[in-house]
């Protein structure tokens, strides 16, 4: 059955759109068709009836009973039938009969006027119609369909009829009438339809344009850049057109999205393999230097090779710290769980800013505490290193003689605790407030060690505090830079 429907959706709407066209002028045309011919059937009932009266009226009165109680006024033959002529003045088409048990009369009057014998089979019609005085419907054979009234008046039976070619004919007038102007109807719902449907589909094919345009664009690798969108006019919500257009563009914002963020991604992995290999190529090519710069001595010196083996310990130990950071961040990066445990940063920050003031004694180090602890759940070790490496780059980007305060407290809902650390310094360059959190991002563009570290001290700042359910922003202009670190007190850490 699918198999014959049209494929098209707007050929399946026009052809919905016919076939209620046709099915309700068909019940139109049938129940005026039923209401007129019972309406002229009425007509001709009554009509009927008038000449069955008439023909009574008219007619002989009945013969005199075997008693001899009453007397009719006109002659019967041996039958019992009246000897006159029982379609005698009545109008073209009546059939007027008399009929008894063993005999009967009838005549039809012509076109011409003339009375004309009714044949057997008409008779015999006539016979079968019951004496109720009530109109039926005969078929007489050689005259066509009749409507027929049969009376009893005593001695015998008078039918009287007449027929139903003008009912029939004006129903058939009617029926083909009908017939053209339902096949009118059909072809004008057609066009029309045709027309209709089309105008309101065209914003479905906009919307569909629009996916295509999509669908044709590289998705899998590069850069999307994906501006396609159902127009603004073809996204109200209050249509189901607007529907469909909205939910696409809601859906294309969220697949852009997926695509800048996964070319990001990509990117981020690529400047990460490459800044990576950068970082452990350094200490390697170093170490290698010391170990060749050993083997050219002919007798070996051991103050040449003390300090060989110093600076090779010095940078194993920096790749080694530059590859626990990045285990560090794959692990978190994964999921890794973390330690749950009670971590007072209160002690947290005087123990750290203490060890600032041994490292950096030209800057001035100031607290910001409360009178009670500050305590949350999370991993002790991991929250040291954020603020670690919170202070590591306060002292590694600020001048000497740089005030940097370092506090901790409990926000107003008390669910959330707060470390920052500000500085008046110089401020982050404006270039590097956007992605100073990002794996190998470094105030010092070029490599050298000048700046110190290998920029991964705030993006492993940022990765464990999101790992314990908190956020770290960044505020930076000339003279007042602010890093807040926000964790909830007891952190949803998933184990």
Avoid: C
């Avoid at 560090?328 to 750290?352: F, I, N, Q, W």
């Amino acid at each position: 059955m699918r198999r014959l429907l049209p494929s098209s959706l707007t050929s399946r709407l026009v052809l919905t759109a016919v076939l209620l066209v046709t099915v309700v002028s068909l019940l139109i045309a049938v129940a005026t068709t039923v209401a007129i011919r019972s309406y002229l059937l009425d007509r001709l009932d009554t009509e009927v009836q008038l000449t069955s009266a008439r023909a009574l009226r008219d007619g002989p009165a009945p013969a005199t009973d075997p008693d001899g109680d009453h007397e009719g006024s006109g002659d019967t033959d041996v039958h019992g039938l009246p000897d006159v002529e029982p379609g005698r003045g009545q109008e073209t088409g009546t059939v007027a009969a008399y009929l008894t048990t063993g005999a009967a009369l009838g005549q039809v009057i012509t076109e011409d006027g003339d009375l004309a014998p009714l044949s057997r089979a008409a008779l015999a019609a006539l016979r079968a119609v019951p004496a109720d005085g009530a109109p039926h419907g005969v078929d007489l054979r050689g005259l066509g369909d009749y409507r027929v009234a049969v009376t009893d008046n005593g001695s015998f039976d008078v039918a009287a009829g007449l027929p139903t070619r003008d009912v029939d004919a004006t129903i058939r007038k009617l029926v083909s009438g009908e017939v053209l102007f339902i096949l009118a109807g059909i072809l004008a719902a057609g066009g029309i339809a045709l027309v209709v449907v089309r105008r309101q589909m065209r914003p479905l094919h906009q919307v569909a344009r629009t996916a295509h345009e999509v669908a044709q664009l590289p998705l899998a690798t590069g850069e999307i850049g994906m501006t396609a969108r159902v127009p603004e006019p073809l996204t109200d919500e209050r249509t189901e057109i607007g529907q469909v257009g909205s939910a696409l563009n809601t859906l294309l914002g969220h697949v852009e999205r997926s695509l800048d963020e996964r070319h990001r991604s990509e990117q981020q992995v690529r400047q990460f393999v490459a800044d990576a290999s950068h970082e452990l190529r350094t200490p390697l090519a170093t170490i290698n230097g010391y170990a060749q710069l050993s083997r050219r001595s002919a007798e070996p010196d051991a103050a040449q090779l003390r300090q060989a083996m110093a600076k090779v310990e010095v940078e194993a130990a920096r790749m080694s710290a530059l590859v626990e950071d990045l285990l560090l961040l794959a692990r978190l990066d994964a999921g890794r769980p973390l330690e749950r445990a009670d971590v007072d940063l209160t002690k947290m920050v005087l123990e750290s800013v203490g060890d600032s003031r041994v490292m950096a004694p030209d800057h001035r180090w100031a607290l910001d505490l409360p009178d009670e602890p500050v305590v949350v759940v999370g991993d002790e070790q991991r929250l040291h290193q954020v603020l670690a490496n919170l202070l590591a780059n306060a002292r590694r980007h600020t001048p000497a003689g740089t005030t940097v305060t370092v506090g901790a407290h409990l926000a107003a809902d008390r669910a959330t605790a707060v470390l920052s650390v500000l500085d008046d310094g110089p401020g982050l360059p404006a270039d590097l407030r956007d992605s100073v959190f990002e794996r190998f991002t470094r105030g010092d563009s070029a490599r050298t060690r000048a700046s110190g570290g290998a920029g991964l001290g705030l993006s492993l700042a940022k990765a464990i505090t999101e790992a314990h359910g908190g956020r770290i922003t960044v505020s930076s202009r000339p003279g007042h830079t602010a890093f807040t670190v926000s964790l909830p007190v007891r952190p949803p850490i998933h184990r």
